[in-house]
């Protein structure tokens, strides 16, 4: 064939096969039938995908719908045969999501980001329970947010800005625990910010802009405590700015510009040390520029401008460094420096400066700042709402405003109790430095206590009772040495109540009952030497009654009911001789009627009904002339003497009825075992438990409560009674606690023998019996003790040899059985214990050589044998303990050595080694 022709047929064949190529039909679409990376049924929710989103015309879209590789296509990932990541971000996607994407059941990451998407955000979007990413920012999305987007519990990432979505955003987005940010921002939503969304203990990033966002900005957001980026600017948000934006420490941008906040700025904001950007302009703000601001050392970008600001610029704000507006207000400065300070970052700002018109500018009865402190309560508490506000924000004397006093050109009281007062008390109280009485209650106001009040170190009365507070009690209160009177009852008020309370040492009235404060009563209130009211009722309190309240000896009232207090009721009570009422009913409290009691002769009310209070009631309780009233019941007490009964029976005849028998402990406690409940009150009743130092809790219903006792799991791991006046034997029944791992009973009086039974606590890390009076022998079953680390037993008085099975614990690291009186040889098996640090056996009687194989304890740094009847040739292996700071003492045997470098190496060790040794006896 000629060549020019056979070239022109090849060149003409491949010309053909080309032009059938870009034919449709000779495309080869996916099978999913035959793909082998992904279940089918998620392949053809792939597929679905790139057919219901226009995947042909796709940025890029190499591999979808043409090979059987699903895992390589472009923006895929697979992890053990399943997608888990979809990222086809910016790549040109058109019209909706496909409902068999739900199908995607592993799928960690979906993100669409900057597509064409339209439609609403799919509902089923709930079948993908492991998404933690999901990016659908940036398309033109509508209708409402799902509220089953709240069951994605992994979810960190949720952007659903730049869309044009609409309705409020669902209750439920504050189920996503593990969120981190949520974008939400340039879309259409309305209605309120959720409370629930104050759930979200994780988030970092809040971005709500752009929206049709109203009312105020709830509370719970507050709890946010992780949180930097803050931006709800460009919404409808009403009320003021919150005080608790000061407790987001981590913050770096708050944006709140274009909403209608209005009030003063917080004292509070000047805490957020990391702020780079606070953006609050065109609101209307108004009141003065808080000095506080010129703390934000970080603060990169400020805008004020577009308020209603007022007086003078605080001089601080120059340390700033960079970007300030503050036009549009009325704002002042006469300062040279700060005028060209502010000159220096714009020019402009005086032009659109207009005058004041607050009364504080021109008022001459108090401070300026005082006056300005006292127009912003008004405005943060709705003062034109108030019942009764004649002269507020009006007049031009402060001190003739309703509620208010003053002396000598300051406000000593502020007192408008039930005067229908809302919204949070703000920070910039605590400007009334004069202050003596602030009295609030009987209001409706919310928030926090304000942590500015414990600055006001005259005030002798804070009354905010009956109002809706919440949050903790400020620790700043303890400041308030001059205070008298302490009324924050009826509130809801939580967390504990602080120990430093017991630094007010004037105060007579402490009223925190009605609210939902937990945890135990502190024992410093008990230093409150001038205390007559004591009302902590109607909490969530635990834990004992302090012994510290019998100290109390001004004390009129002791209200504890309606709490959790379990215990005993302190004997120390009976000191109270002034006491008129002692309430403790609806407690948990159990053990007996203490008889001191007796002693209340100014006692009229005593209540204790509703507890767990067992046994005879005390006869002494007769002596109580001015008791008018007794309530007794629901209890599992008992009464056998006739004038007592006689007696009880004329201050309530029904006290008597609904009384029980008293149960055993053990048997309706469920924090342990019940065979480990038995074990530790045979070793109360066997070591004299009534009479030791400190017996608090004990044979109560909570037995991992009581003193010394520990427990994990249902199971005691640990009883420490030390230096506790413990007396009398170790029961046998203390094996039952299988889960012991350390028994601390050192420095008692205990007697008797060491139980064998001890060898059943397998877990056994830590046994301290030592300087007691045990005697007999050392029981040698405790070589089963395989996870001991430290026995000490000395200063006691036992006998016989050392067990050769002690050699067995190998885990031990401190062996002391000095001052017994111990016989025998010292067992070879002791250079097995090779952890060994300190191996004391001094003050004994022990006979024979050194074992060579105490050579071997390398890890040795002390080994004491003084005082011993030790005969012979010290061994050469001695040599052997490397320790170099090694301790060691051989004195008052019958010890030789005649090895010159063993003789060098004993006098490094201890001079003196040789100085009490004696001929062995024959």
């Known amino acids: 064939m000629n060549l020019k022709k056979f070239k022109l047929r090849y060149v003409t064949k491949l010309v053909g096969l080309a032009a059938l190529s870009c034919l449709p039909f000779a495309q080869a679409a996916t099978d999913c039938a035959v793909q082998t990376q992904i279940d089918k049924e998620e392949c053809q929710a792939l597929v679905d995908l790139y057919t219901s989103t226009n995947g042909a015309n796709w940025k890029r879209n190499t591999g979808w719908n043409m090979t059987n590789t699903p895992c390589s296509w472009k923006g895929v990932s697979c992890d053990g045969g399943h997608v888990t990541q979809l990222s086809l971000y910016d790549n040109q996607l058109s019209d909706s999501i496909p409902e068999s994407l739900g199908k995607l059941s592993r799928l960690q990451e979906l993100n669409l980001f900057y597509n064409q998407l339209s439609g609403s955000i799919p509902e089923w979007l709930d079948n993908l329970t492991q998404l933690q990413v999901l990016v659908l920012s940036d398309n033109q999305l ?58 979200l203990s994780s ?17 719970s957001l507050g709890q946010l405590s992780q949180l930097k980026a803050f931006h709800l600017h460009e919404n409808q948000l009403d009320g003021f700015i919150p005080e608790w934006l000061g407790n987001l420490t981590q913050l770096q941008t708050l944006m709140l510009n274009n909403n209608k906040l209005n009030g003063s700025i917080p004292e509070s904001l000047g805490q957020l040390s990391r702020l780079v950007y606070l953006n609050l302009n065109n609101n ?32 601080s704000l120059m340390n700033l460094k960079y970007y300030v507006n503050l036009n549009n207000n009325h704002l002042t400065a006469s300062n040279p420096k700060l005028i060209a300070w502010l000159n220096a970052q714009n020019p402009d700002w005086t032009k659109n400066q207009t005058r004041c018109s607050t009364v504080c500018a021109v008022q001459t009865q108090i401070n300026e700042k005082e006056c300005n402190a006292l127009v912003d309560f008004y405005i943060r508490t709705n003062g034109a709402n108030w019942r009764k506000n004649t002269g507020w924000n009006v007049t031009n004397s402060p001190c003739n405003w309703k509620g208010v006093s003053c002396d000598n050109g300051h406000v000593t009281r502020l007192n408008l109790s039930s005067n229908k007062l809302s919204d949070s008390i703000p920070e910039s109280l605590g400007k009334l430095s004069s202050l003596q009485e602030l009295e609030l209650g009987s209001n409706k106001l919310s928030g926090s206590i304000p942590e500015s009040l414990g600055k006001l170190s005259n005030l002798q009365i804070l009354a905010l009772y009956n109002n809706k507070l919440s949050g903790s009690i400020p620790e700043s209160l303890s400041k308030l040495s001059s205070l008298q009177e302490l009324e924050l009852n009826n509130n809801k008020l939580s967390g504990s109540i602080p120990e430093s309370l017991g630094k007010l040492s004037s105060l007579e009235e402490l009223e925190l009952n009605n609210n939902k404060l937990n945890g135990p009563i502190p024992e410093s209130l008990g230093k409150l030497s001038s205390l007559q009211i004591l009302a902590l009722s109607s909490n969530k309190l635990s834990d004992f009654i302090p012994e510290s309240l019998g100290n109390l000896s001004s004390l009129q009232y002791l209200f504890l009911f309606g709490n959790q207090l379990n215990g005993f009721i302190p004997e120390s009570l009976g000191k109270l001789s002034s006491l008129d009422h002692l309430f403790l009913y609806n407690n948990q409290l159990s053990g007996f009627i203490p008889e001191s009691l007796g002693k209340l002769s100014s006692l009229e009310y005593l209540f204790l009904y509703n507890n767990q209070l067992c046994g005879n009631i005390p006869q002494s309780l007769m002596n109580l002339s001015k ?33 029980t028998p008293c149960p055993t402990v053990c048997a309706i406690q469920t924090q342990i075992d019940e065979k480990e409940c038995h074990a530790l009150i045979d070793f109360y009743t066997s070591t004299d438990g009534a009479n030791w130092r400190k017996n608090t809790g004990w044979m ?60 059943q606590l397998s877990q056994l890390e830590r046994l301290g019996l030592n300087n007691n009076q045990l005697n007999g022998s050392i029981p040698k079953s405790f070589g089963k003790l395989s996870q001991l680390e430290r026995l000490r037993l000395n200063n006691n008085q036992l006998n016989g040899s050392i067990p050769k099975s002690l050699g067995k614990l190998t885990q031990l690291e401190w062996f002391a059985l000095n001052n017994n009186q111990l016989s025998d040889p010292i067992p ?23 074992p060579e194989s105490l050579g071997k304890l390398n890890r ?63």
């Open 142 to 199: 509508s209708g409402y947010i799902p509220e089953s987007l709240g069951k994605l519990s992994n979810l960190k990432e949720l952007l659903l800005d730049n869309n044009k979505l609409s309705g409020s955003i669902p209750d439920s987005l504050g189920q996503l625990s593990s969120l981190q940010n949520l974008y939400l921002h340039n879309n259409q939503l309305n209605g309120s910010i959720p409370d629930s969304l104050g759930k």
């Open 203 to 219: 988030l970092l990033q809040l971005s709500l802009y752009d929206n049709q966002l109203s009312d105020s900005i709830p509370e």
């Open 284 to 315: 209307q703000l108004s009141g003065s520029i808080p000095e506080s601001l010129g703390q934000l050392s970080n603060l990169a970008y400020l805008d004020l401008h577009e308020n209603q600001l007022c007086g003078n610029i605080p001089q």
């Open 627 to 659: 008791t008018t009233l007794i309530a007794l019941n629901n209890n599992h007490l008992t009464a056998y003497n006739p004038e007592l009964i006689a007696w009880l029976n004329a201050k309530n005849p029904d006290w008597e009825k609904s009384q």
């Open 700 to 759: 109560t219903n909570s037995p991992c409560n009581w003193k010394g006792v520990s427990c994990d799991n249902g199971h005691v791991t640990r009883l420490n009674l030390s230096r506790n006046q413990l007396s009398g034997s170790i029961p046998e029944s203390l094996g039952q606690l299988s889960h012991l791992k350390g028994l601390i009973l050192h420095e008692n009086q205990l007697s008797g023998s060491i139980p064998k039974s001890l060898s």
């Open 828 to 850: 070879e098996s002791l250079g097995n214990l090779n952890q060994l640090k300190y191996l004391i056996l001094s003050e004994n009687q022990l006979s024979g050589s050194i």
């Open 860 to 922: 040795l740094w002390s080994l004491n044998l003084n005082n011993n009847q030790l005969c012979g040739d010290i061994p050469l292996s001695l040599m052997n303990l490397s320790e170099t700071s090694l301790s060691l003492t051989l004195g008052v045997n019958h010890l030789t050595a005649s090895d010159s470098k063993l003789i060098a190496w004993l006098k490094t060790k201890n001079s003196t080694w040789a100085e009490n040794q004696t001929p062995c006896p024959k």
